[in-house]
């Protein structure tokens, strides 16, 4: 398929932060996908949660489902429009390697942990994962991402990192929080992509767990339009027995209608605005998105399952015990430093031996915890304080 203009080509790369010749079988996205494939961090996602814990079943999502999720859909999107698939494949399965164990509970303890030590926000943890943590070549540290990969993965920044960032890599990914400008399309989309995947994930697997019911959904527009036209089509949906089908064809549509309208609109503003190529892009207010009615649609959704879902008692009870467990783990190794692992901290920050100062200290105890699946942190509290809080855990 040929590049729309305004695509990202691998051959206009603006590069690695350290110099590689090319593959002579792959571009340089397609490179960035395989390496991040081939991560560490990317295998420890298909035990970190998206919402269920990972003991409390196998067929929930996990951060790695979700990010194979967002990967398909941006794929789709990205054809149609004529942008590059290989970089929106690469920047979606990377966007959360970054992420805690315990979804946003263990993201917002560990947040709540270093205040003081300049906080922690995953998105540039999963820059740090890239550029960094990831430790597989003699050559340097990380496994050296193009630009408009680790651009992409870089979804949100506060002012105060980007410049940061900035000053240590001038004119580099952190520039465009400073600056006011967009990423790339390709990034763009994955971050639409990701909202679509959350919203029909979640109402999967809320459904699935018994804590939201079918008939509640049909407070939700969009899931109702669907539910609705399914039945229509399909009389026999109705039985008792094909509840499953009724629920995964009405997810499905929606899926549909979603990526179709944002193909729609998007593919209108594109012709609308004629970008030349992706530096127009950056300089121009984002040109994907939804349509205003989607827009309303996706955040009534929304709205309905933080009522229902993420605020669930049932839910609120294992996320405070998440939480507790993110609390008390970092609590015990900034006391403790030696209860890391010896080599630990060498690749990111400082060798824990040789730390001089608090805040690389507790960066580098965020770092590990980070890079926790649930089952390994639910494991290493007990050993350090005794308590085993998820009693239904694999040891």
Request: proline share 4%; net charge negative; hydrophobic share 40%.
């Amino acid at each position: 398929m040929e590049l729309a203009p305004y695509a990202s080509d691998p051959a206009q790369s603006r590069g690695r932060r350290f110099f590689e010749f090319d593959a002579p079988t792959r571009t340089a996205y397609q490179r960035d996908r395989d390496r991040i494939v081939h991560s560490t961090a990317f295998r420890r996602l298909v035990y970190k949660t998206q919402v269920f814990l990972n003991h409390e079943g196998d067929l929930f999502r996990t951060r790695l489902t979700h990010s194979l999720e967002v990967a398909q859909l941006g794929r789709s999107v990205a054809r149609s429009l004529r942008l590059n698939e290989d970089l929106v494949e690469a920047i979606a399965l990377a966007h959360d390697l970054g992420h805690t164990p315990f979804g946003h509970a263990g993201q917002d303890a560990l947040n709540a942990c270093m205040q003081g030590y300049g906080g922690f926000e995953h998105n540039l943890q999963s820059l740090r994962v890239v550029d960094q943590l990831e430790a597989c070549y003699p050559q340097f540290d990380g496994i050296n991402l193009t630009f408009e990969t680790r651009e992409g993965i870089l979804k949100h920044c506060s002012r105060a990192n980007a410049e940061i960032l900035e000053a240590r890599e001038p004119d580099g990914v952190g520039r465009r929080f400073l600056a006011a400008t967009q990423p790339s399309l390709e990034a763009q989309l994955c971050n639409l992509a990701d909202e679509i995947a959350y919203n029909a994930h979640d109402i999967d697997d809320g459904v699935r767990s018994g804590l939201i019911a079918m008939e509640q959904m049909l407070e939700v527009t969009l899931f109702e339009r669907h539910h609705h036209q399914a039945l229509l089509d399909f009389p026999g949906l109705g039985a008792k027995q094909s509840q499953r089908r009724l629920l995964f064809e009405t997810i499905r549509r929606m899926l549909s209608e979603q990526v179709y309208d944002l193909i729609a609109v998007s593919g209108v503003e594109l012709a609308a605005s004629q970008p030349s190529g992706p530096d127009d892009v950056r300089h121009s207010p984002p040109m994907l998105a939804f349509s205003a009615e989607m827009r309303s649609l996706s955040v009534q959704l929304k709205q309905f399952l933080f009522r229902n879902l993420y605020r669930h008692p049932q839910v609120v009870q294992t996320t405070d015990l998440a939480k507790q467990v993110v609390r008390e783990l970092f609590a015990s190794y900034l006391a403790a430093p030696q209860e890391l692992p010896t080599n630990f901290g060498a690749d990111s920050v400082a060798d824990v031996q040789l730390l001089t100062t608090a805040q690389t200290h507790a960066r580098v105890v965020a770092d590990y915890i980070a890079g926790m699946t649930d089952r390994f942190a639910a494991r290493e509290h007990k050993r350090l304080t005794g308590q085993r809080l998820f009693t239904q855990m694999a040891e």
